[in-house]
Structure formats: C-alpha cells, structure tokens
C-alpha cells in the first residue's frame, strides 16, 4: 500500500513537471507559427499606399524589425509576467479581448455542450443498446452526419429554416441593439446570460436566449456526433462486462441495468473527452460565430488574422493553449486517482 | 512477406464481412466511387465547365438564377452553373484529399516507425512537438499554413498551385495523427516475440522495420486514411469557408461556394448554398462509412474486450479536427 | 491612409476637390479663413443652442468597417475618423457646404509668406464634456502626442516634423521645418483633433470607451467590434445644431445581418458598403433608400513594364495598348458590381480637377478585338499571348476575385491572350509587387486628400509608388512644374497634359471608380448632407422624423 501511494505521488509529481516543457514548446510553436506567416501590420496597412523603402522605415520605427530571438525573449518574458500584449490593429489589450469576446465564446460553448450532452448521450445510449439493430444504424447515421456536415452548412440551412423562411429566430447577433446597449452599459461578467440575470432584466434575458439558440444548436450537433460513437462505444463494451451479467442475472431489469450500471460506467469517458474536446470546440467556435455574426474569441481570432495582427492572434492562441495543457493536466490526475492503470 | 502480401492480408476481413459493417461499407463505397467518376470525368459530365459563364452563343447565363431547364441546380452570383461546380468541386476536393493523405503519410509514417522503434531523445522531443500540434486548434494551424504558402507554388500552374497548398495546410493537420498512431503500435508490435527474435538473430534496423514492424502497422494505415480523408474534406471546406482554400478563379470549391451563398441567404436564394453543402455532406459520409467499416472489420476492438482508456483515445484521436 | 479590414481606405479629408489649390493660389497672409468673418461668429450659435436641450431621437448607424481606436493618435482610417470627427474639435474645421475650412475651436489662423510658420488663436470658454477647460497647452499636448507615440496606426506621418508651442493659453504656433502651404487643411483632419491633456497620457492611447473631446458628441458606452452610443455633450460650446437626441453605432462582422436588421428597421443608416447583391435586393423593401454620394477610390492594373511579357519594348507596348483595346469597363461594372460602381477612362477619377477621360478617347468604350488584334500583328507577336494576371483576395473586396474572374473572360473572349490568373494573400502580395515579382496586377487607391496631385503625383513620375519602372520624360517635366505652381489653371492644364501622355502608353489601365453609398429606413434625414467629397460623416445632420 505504501508504495502504491508512492508511485502516484510520484506520478503525480512527474506530471506537474512536465507541465513546464509543455507549456515551453507550446508557447514556442505559437511563436513560431506567429512568424513564418509573412507579413506584420505595417505591411498590411501602408502596402499599396507607400513605396516599400517607407514602408520598412515605419515597420523600424514600431520595432517590427527586431531579430527574431529579442521578440521571442520579449514575448515568453511578457508571458512569464502575465502579460499577453496588446492588439496591434485595435487599442486594446489581449486581455480584454479574451474577457468580452471571451464571454461570448464560453455562453456560446456551454449551450452547445449542454445541447449536445443531452442529445448525444440520448442518443447513444439507445443505440449502443439496441446494438446492430435498426436503431443503431439510424443513430449511427445520425451520428455521422453531425461529423459529416460542416458546421457552417448546418448554420446556414437553420438560417434559411428558422430566419428566412418561418421568421421565427434571430440568425446573428448576440443580442438586438438596445438590449445589447443596455448589457455593455450594466455589464459584470460580460455573460450576458449570467448579467441578464444579475440586473434582473427578464427582457434582455429572452433576447439573449432567443439569440443563442441556433448557434448553440449549431455548435451542439457538431460535437454531438462524438458523444454518441463514444457513449455507443462504452455502452457496448459495458454492458459485456461481467458485473453487468450479475446484475442481470439478480433479475434487475433491463432499463435498471442500462441506467444504474451501465450508463454511469460509461458517463465517466465521456467526462473525459469533454475535456479533450476542447481543440475541437474552438475550431468549430471559429466557423459556427463567422456563420451567426457571433461577437466571440473564434470571429474575433478570424478578424485578427485577416488584418495581419499577429499580436492579438498570438495572445489568444497563447491563452487557448494553457487552457488546453490545464485542461489535460487535470484530466490526467483525476484518472490516475481513479484508475491505477494510468499510471506507470 | 511483401507489402502486397501484407495489404491482402489486412484487406481479408473486407472478404469476410458480413452482416451491417458489410452493408455500411459497401453503401459507403458507391457513394465515394459516384463522386470519383464525377472528378474523372467532370468535362463529360458536366453541363458547362465550372467557369463557363455564358452559352455558345455568348448569352450570359443568369445571375443567382433559380433552378430551371437550362441550370438544374440554378446559377450562382457569379453567373455559373451550380451542378457544374458541384461536378468540378468533386475534382478539386479528391486531388486536394489524395495529395493531403499522400504527404501526410510520407512525412508522419516514418517519423513514426523511426520515433517508436528507436525512441531515443529525438523520439521525446518529436512526441513533444507533435503534441504541441496536436493541441493547437487544427483549422487555425491550417489557416497559418495557408497564408504562409499562398502563392508559392504559382510555378505549377494556377489551378494546381492553389490545389497543392491547399492539401499541404491541411497535412500539417495529419501529420501528427499519423506519427502518433504509428509510434503507438510501433511500440507495441517491437515488443512481439518474432521481432524480438529477428533483433536477436542479428537483423539490420532497417530489415526488421521494413520487413517486420512496417507490415504489422501498415494494415491500420487504410482505416485512418480513410477517416483522415473525410476530416480533410471539412477542413478544406473550412478554409474556403473562410477564405483562405482554393480560390475561386482557379477551381471549383464547394466551402467557397458556400461562403459565397452567405449573402444570399436573406433573399430566399437558397441552391447556391444547398447544393455545394450536401456534396460536402455525402462525400464526408461516404468516407466516414468506409472508414468505419473498415474499423469494424480490420480492428474488431469491439469484439474482444480491450481495456476502456485505450479505446477512448483512439476514438477521441481518430475523430478530433 | 490605412486600410481596415477591406478596400475602403480612408479619407485624410484634405478637403474639396479643387478648392484647395484655389485657397492657396492667393500669396495673402492669412490662409483658411481670416478672423471675423460671419462664419466665424461662434459665440452666438453656442449660446443659444447647448446640444443638451435638443429632444431629437436617437439614430441607429449599421457599419460593417470597424474602427481601429477613438483615440486620435492611433487612428488613421475612416471608422475611426467617422467617431473622432464627431467626438472632438479640431482648430479648423471643413465646412459641409463649402468644403472650406471654417473656425472650430479657433477663431482663426495665419500663416506666413512661407507657410513656415502657423498660428492660431482659441476661442474664449472651450470645454471638454468632463468640463475641463481646453487651452492651448491642450492643442500643444494633443499634436506632440501623436508625433511622441508615433503608433503604426495613426496618423503621425501626416503631422510631418511639426513643432508646436504654446505662447499664452488661447495662442497655438506651429512650426514647420519645410512649409506647407496645405497645413490649414491637415489641421482640420483628425490627426488635428484636440484631446484633454489632464486624461490623455503623453506616451500612450487612451482607452476608447474612456476618450474625452470637446466636440458636439460625447462617448457614453462602447464595446469594441460592437456596439457604441454618443449622446450630446452637455458642454459644447461650438455653433454646429444637433438633429438628434444621440447616436448609437452597431458594428457589424458580416453584412446579412446588417441587411436583416435595416429591412426591421432596427437600423436606421448602414454606410459604407454594401455588396452590390445585397443592395440590388435591398432597393425592393419598403421604407429602404439609396443614397450616394461622390467617391474617389479608384482600381487599376498595373504593368510592370521591366517584367511583363514581351521581349521589345515595342512588343510590350503592343501588348498593353492590346489589353487596353479589350477591357469592357461597362460589362464589368454591370456583371460583377452591378452598376454600383463607375467605368474608369483615367487614372484620376470624375470630379477632380484636370480629370480627362484619355483612355475612352484612344481605346473607345467598347472592346474592339480588330485594333487589339492589329497592336499585336504589328509587333510581330503570334496570337494568343500568354499572360500571368495577379490579384488579391479580401484587401480590395470580396469582389476581387470575381472581378478577375471577369477580367480574364474579357481578355480571353477575343481568342488574343490566355489568361493565368494568380492570386496571393495581401502581406505577400504587397511585397511582391513591389520588387518585380508580378508582370501585370491589381491595385486599389485612395487619395490622402482630395487633389489630383495626390493621383497622378503617386502614380507617375521617376519613382511611381507600385515601382512600375515606367519612364517618361514629359510626364516628368509637367509634374514637377504642377508640384511647384499654386496657380490653379495653370495645375489644371499639366494634368490634362500628363493624362494626356500617359494613356497612349497605358503604362496602367484604369478599370473602375468607387462612389459612397449608403442605405437608410424610413424617414431618416440629411444622410445625403453627409456623403461629400470629404468624408467626413457628421452625426449632427441625420435627423428622425
């Protein structure tokens, strides 16, 4: 006993400090990515107006210029002092961008999650129980059509459904103008939903809501597809396992065995994944906020990276990527506690 | 035991399917070949070329014109023939797969065969790196890679040039699915007793590797690239969503296509957007059924009973984009 | 001027057309407008009208341009200068009417013979809307701040070397080491916009939702890429009457929204632009109205007359006057822009001085594939020639692409060329053209101010901006003869003449000229009052009825 705590104490420490690598190599591909994209801002805002000779007498004077290995330092030495930089097309901090923009993205995201939870474990609950079965090709197909149409695809025929034709939902936008106003000027989390509710204001609160729906939607059905092969998948797999013949076999019946043991077994995966879905969320956060006018981090990094500025590109990338590298750390040592297999 | 000898014994499963997978994969398998005949042979096909913006006689076709005799799926705001783009756009989207999985093969298989059989620092700093990539959102990584290859390879002929960094942003995806997967049963497979004892009998690295571990990890190579084809297709699409794919004067691109039908959608014309995005669809489909299928009957992870973690990331691996 | 995220480039606003030559044509003292003149009567409108007591109602503005910063030392493009123009004073301002420069927060300001030194003197009673008085320390602190922080963004290039003192509180004396007879113009943009020296730092932008001017507006809420709200500042004390009651700004990613909302009324006024789809569907709503209003962004091909095809000079010149033969400007205008765009027979554009449509003269409007064909024969060059056409996609519009696309089908119709078509992203792009990568491409311009020196000046000459290598001598002569002239006529006689010279070479082909165009719902008023060849978008004059 006393060893095995040994080992996971060591384990666990193993892995902290490899978060320090991690993190390194990280940051340094985004540097590295950040560079080999030609072009800064200088470049992208006086080419075509002024001679190339002007041009590198502006880009010299905003220090564009410097070597390579200065930026790098000033930028992993910002980073080390919590400093993300400032946008260079725009005057704000990286900071502001990832709390404003940042807001929109995780309202937009956890309504999608939460969409997609529901559905998609559902879904493959059904499925991976009535394996093999017409249910289970036609879930299966359900699952991977979400995979199969882009997210932009879906955005645009629930515009034309639900805006063009019936009327019924707003398809932009997180919120009508006055109601928008009225959360940026009484704001505190910059969740609307969240300061909505805060300031009490059921008005703004339905507009909001109104307005998440079919890019919560949207963004849901594409992780949704994950959720059902995995949950599919586990179910399968569970309901093979030997306590489940026991349970059976105590005569619990069938709807009690896929609820009590098998489902909960195969909940904890998928906990899992929904972590690892992280990278998947943000690119799917990218099209899905380009398709709906959404004003958040994944429009915002598109309207960055079409106007060349590298500075508040490289700010939300780098943040995305220390959340990605947290979000793996904890799910590593929360499965080392609960699974010793995990560890070497 | 040659690579050919390896390949029909990993394709012996597709012999023997039965049942569903059988079903899946065939259904896959027509929708796949219809649209590699579209590609083949858009110019017989195709009513029009996918540029072609008038008729014979220099009448101009319609702008955002609906569906009609003439145009079956209607024209788009450039005054093209929408079925003629979703033809042509097949050819683009399979050369732009094909290239993509053929580069990222031959840059993540080795580096995988090398990184498990050898280990080693560069092993570590390449598993380092590779995770790096991996965690970085994907379409991001390829949008970089895009901007920074735009124009590079104009030396190729436009249509083609465009094509070429097209499919080389979305390798970069790849690559590092590849490596690791390789890598993985690399390692596993070093650990098998024939191996062993082929190291023991004084076999070169590279006997061993070519003769031994490739063909052992070459069979799981047609089911990722499979999959790995019908992820490619979205993020292609993805990028001319966003601009920065195939641009429109030198190919017919359906995410492109699309983006263009964004403006449009407010006015009720709903076949410029309809149409390019179910090609997306039944392709994706396609592939994904094939690949699956393919899963099921090469990999029957299913029908033993394997140990849960490593089936999950796997799945989570073979599915992220 | 810097682009935002499209081809709409700002306006530096220089002011009228060819009004500015005639202001310093005459060799007098005082330059703009001299003290004392009615327009100049400032006190009477103050006192009478504090914006605050106006009731009108507030006006919602759709853009889908998003501005870079309300701070005016980080801002150079025409989002931005549409709030700044609106949230500050500058010394002069440009009048709507006569596209003068007229007192804002000065009564007045002389120059010398030499245009060396400026000065200017304050009104009395100035207020920032946090009640701050504003002196001449402010002025001096606003100009040296742009020039101190010099960001890649704003406007510090415009502001030259200039250096400003501040002799007693209402007495401002630039300096400027070259002379300039056009200062009283760049006073008057935004680069000039007078900022709180007790809230601005010296050596950093200040935040945007926290800026703080004296001008007829004051900011009340703003959250960047989205939303703004300007109510009337309390303390103004300037002669401008407000039509409204405030203004809301909704910025806007893509422009479906932006049309869904307008059609709802819930915007009052989208400017700028529309794609020429979506305004052709827009014109069939009820209670959606079109306005236009001059505009001088032009396009052009360019050749690079060292690397384009051809192995003569002669071949090449064959070559160009071929093309020039082919282009259809109306075809493309109505297929790809349908009509919001204009066809363009100069490198400078209709309605600036000189403005001569040379190229319709020598190549007619229509293509004419016989003459195109005889160029080429005479060269000794075999049909079809093969060219590579480079363009860019996003900078100049989301238009580009289909406007090459058009541009090819033109070329290639006359079975004379075979077009290869290239296009590059705009980092790589702009480079490239630059250091005789590209043979023949695409490039968009927007003039500093409105003059036609600031085209034909650019465009030709030794050392043309885009690098073209294309020498003429005449050209050469007659520009530094209108560089060197304030004599109006005599300006306006040398740019016919370069014109003139220009077109038979076809150094360039001018494809097209943009206008301003924007929309409104229902019984907006006085949006036509605000499209004017300076570009400034003044709040106060939209009204609501």
């Known amino acids: 006993m006393a060893k095995q705590n040994g080992s996971l104490r060591g384990y666990i420490l193993t892995r902290l400090l490899l978060v320090v690598p991690n993190v390194w190599i990280l940051l340094t591909v985004v540097f590295v990515l950040m560079r080999v994209a030609p072009g800064d801002p200088v470049q992208a805002a006086a080419g075509g107006h002024l001679a190339q000779a002007q041009i590198d007498e502006l880009r010299h004077a905003g220090g564009f210029d410097k070597p390579l290995l200065v930026q790098y330092g000033t930028y992993i030495g910002n980073i080390l002092h919590g400093n993300l930089g400032r946008s260079s097309s725009e005057n704000r ?30 879904i493959g609950l059904l499925i991976g129980r009535f394996r093999d079965s017409f249910v289970d090709v036609g879930g299966r197909l359900f699952g991977i059509l979400t995979y199969a149409a882009p997210v932009f ?47 009490g204001s059921w008005d703004d609160l339905r507009n909001v809501l109104v307005h998440l729906i079919l890019p919560g939607v949207t963004l849901g059905l594409l992780l949704c597809g994950v959720f059902i092969r995995l949950v599919r998948v586990n179910i399968i797999q569970t309901m093979q396992a030997d306590y489940i013949e026991a349970a059976r076999a105590r005569g619990i019946g069938e709807f009690g065995v896929l609820i009590r043991h098998a489902f909960r077994n195969a909940l904890v995966p998928v906990v899992t994944v929904v972590g690892l879905q992280a990278a998947l969320l943000l690119s799917g956060a990218v099209l899905t906020e380009t398709t709906f006018n959404w004003p958040g981090i994944g429009q915002a990094l598109i309207h960055y990276l079409n106007q060349r500025d590298y500075a508040a590109v490289q700010g939300i990338v780098t943040v995305f990527a220390l959340i990605v590298v947290g979000i793996s750390l904890i799910i590593d040592l929360v499965n080392a506690l609960i699974d010793p297999r995990v560890r070497y | 035991m040659t690579v050919s000898q390896n390949l029909r014994r990993s394709l012996a499963p597709v012999r023997e399917a039965r049942g569903l997978p059988k079903w899946t994969l065939w259904v896959g398998a027509a929708i796949v070949a219809v649209f590699v005949v579209m590609a083949v042979f858009a110019p017989w096909i195709s009513p029009y070329r996918f540029d072609q913006y008038q008729t014979g006689g220099g009448v101009r076709f319609p702008k955002s014109g609906r569906p009609s005799g003439s145009h079956l799926f209607g024209t788009n705001v450039i005054s093209t023939d929408v079925l003629s783009h979703i033809v042509y756009g097949s050819r683009t989207a399979l050369e732009v797969i094909v290239l993509a999985v053929i580069f990222s093969l031959l840059v993540g298989v080795p580096l995988g065969l090398y990184s498990g059989y050898f280990g080693g620092w560069l092993d570590r700093v390449l598993v380092l790196v590779m995770d790096a990539m991996f965690a970085f959102p994907s379409l991001l990584l390829a949008i970089l890679v895009a901007v920074y290859m735009g124009g590079k390879f104009s030396f190729l002929g436009a249509a083609f040039g465009g094509v070429m960094s097209a499919a080389l942003s979305i390798t970069v995806i790849y690559v590092p699915q590849y490596f690791r997967v390789i890598r993985n049963s690399v390692i596993s497979v070093r650990e098998e007793p024939y191996v062993e004892a082929a190291q023991v009998l004084g076999a070169k690295p590279r006997t061993v590797i070519g003769k031994y571990v490739f063909g052992n990890v070459v069979q799981n190579v047609p089911v990722i690239a499979t999959l790995n084809a019908a992820d490619a297709l979205l993020t292609l699409a993805g990028l001319g969503f966003l601009g920065y794919g195939v641009q429109p004067s030198d190919a017919a691109e359906w995410g492109y296509d699309l983006q263009r039908s964004l403006e449009e959608i407010s006015s009720g014309v709903w076949w410029t957007s309809v149409y390019p995005g179910l090609a997306i669809v039944l392709l994706v489909t396609g592939l994904t059924l094939v690949g699956e299928s393919l899963n099921d009957l090469v990999n029957p992870t299913l029908r033993r009973r394997r140990l849960l973690p490593v089936t999950i990331a796997d799945t989570a691996e073979g599915e992220d984009l | 001027m810097r682009t935002a995220s499209t081809a709409v480039r700002a306006a530096a606003a220089l002011v009228a057309v060819s009004l500015v030559t005639v202001a310093c044509g005459s060799k007098s003292k005082s330059s703009g407008t001299t003290p004392g003149t009615s327009a100049g009567a400032p006190t009477s409108g103050a006192a009478s009208a504090p914006a605050a007591t106006n009731s009108g109602k507030t006006i919602v503005w759709g853009s889908t341009d998003t501005p870079i910063s309300y701070d005016p030392a980080g801002s150079y493009d025409l989002p931005s200068w549409n709030v700044v123009y609106n949230v500050y004073q500058t010394l002069l301002r440009v009048d709507e009417k006569t596209q003068k420069p007229v007192p804002d927060a000065a009564s007045g300001c002389t120059a010398s013979t030499d245009f060396k030194v400026w000065t200017c003197k304050l009104k009395p009673g100035l207020k920032f809307s946090n009640g701050d008085p504003l002196t001449s320390a402010d002025v001096k602190w606003s100009f040296d701040r742009v020039i101190k922080i010099a960001d890649p963004n704003g406007p510090s290039s415009l502001l030259g070397k200039v250096v400003t003192t501040a002799p007693d509180p209402s007495t401002v004396v630039f300096t400027l080491p070259d002379g300039n007879s056009l200062w009283n113009q760049i006073i008057g943009t935004a680069a000039g916009a007078i900022v709180d020296s007790k809230v601005f730092p010296a050596d950093k932008l200040e935040p945007d939702a926290q800026v703080i001017g004296s001008g007829p507006y004051a900011i009340k809420a703003y959250q960047t890429k989205q939303l703004a709200q300007f109510i009337p500042n309390k303390n103004y004390t300037g002669d401008l009457k407000l039509s409204n009651g405030g203004l809301i700004i909704h910025y806007y990613q893509d422009e479906s929204a932006l049309k869904l909302d307008l059609e709802a009324g819930k915007v009052d006024v989208a400017y700028p632009n529309f794609t020429p789809t979506t305004l052709t569907e827009l014109k069939t709503k009820p209670k959606v109205k079109e306005v236009d209003g001059p505009g001088g962004a032009i396009r052009y091909i360019v050749f690079n007359t060292k690397t384009m095809p051809g192995d003569t000079p002669a071949q090449k010149l064959a070559i160009r006057r071929a093309m020039a033969f082919l282009i259809d400007r109306p075809a493309l205008a109505k297929n790809v822009y349908s009509g919001t765009v204009d066809p363009l027979y100069s490198m400078v554009p209709k309605g600036l001085d000189g403005a001569m449509p040379d190229y319709q003269t020598v190549y007619g409007t229509a293509p004419d594939k016989t003459k195109a064909a005889a160029e080429l024969t005479k060269a000794g060059l075999k049909a079809p020639v093969s060219i590579q056409l480079w363009w860019t996609p996003k900078h100049y519009g989301s238009l580009s692409g289909d406007e090459y696309t058009e541009l090819k089908r033109q070329f290639e119709a006359s079975g004379l060329f075979k077009v290869n078509l290239q296009s590059t992203e705009w980092d790589a792009y702009s480079k490239a053209y630059a250091t005789d990568k590209y043979p023949i491409y695409e490039l968009g311009w927007f003039p500093d101010y409105p003059d036609t020196d600031d085209y034909v000046g650019e465009f030709y000459g030794p050392t043309p901006f885009f690098n073209n290598h294309y020498v003429n001598k005449t050209i050469d002569k007659l520009l530094l003869d209108e560089k060197s002239s304030t004599d109006a006529a005599k300006r306006t006689a040398d740019f016919k003449a370069i014109q003139d010279a220009a077109a038979p070479d076809a150094p360039t082909i001018p494809v097209w000229q943009g206008k301003q165009i924007a929309v409104q719902y229902g019984n907006v008023t006085g949006l036509s009052d605000t499209l004017l060849p300076d570009y400034i978008f003044r709040f106060w004059v939209l009204g609501k009825s």
């Open chain 1, 93 to 122: 901090t990286v900071l502001s961008i990832v709390t404003h923009e940042g807001a929109a993205t995780l309202e937009l995201s956890v309504a999608a999650l939460l969409f997609a939870l529901v559905l998609g474990l559902s």
């Open chain 1, 153 to 199: 695809y879906v955005g645009i025929l629930l515009q034309l459904l639900f805006v063009s034709t019936l009327g019924w939902l707003p398809g932009s936008g997180q919120a009508d103008t006055l109601q928008d106003l009225d959360l940026i000027t009484r704001s505190h989390t910059h969740i609307y939903v969240v300061d909505a509710i805060i300031n």
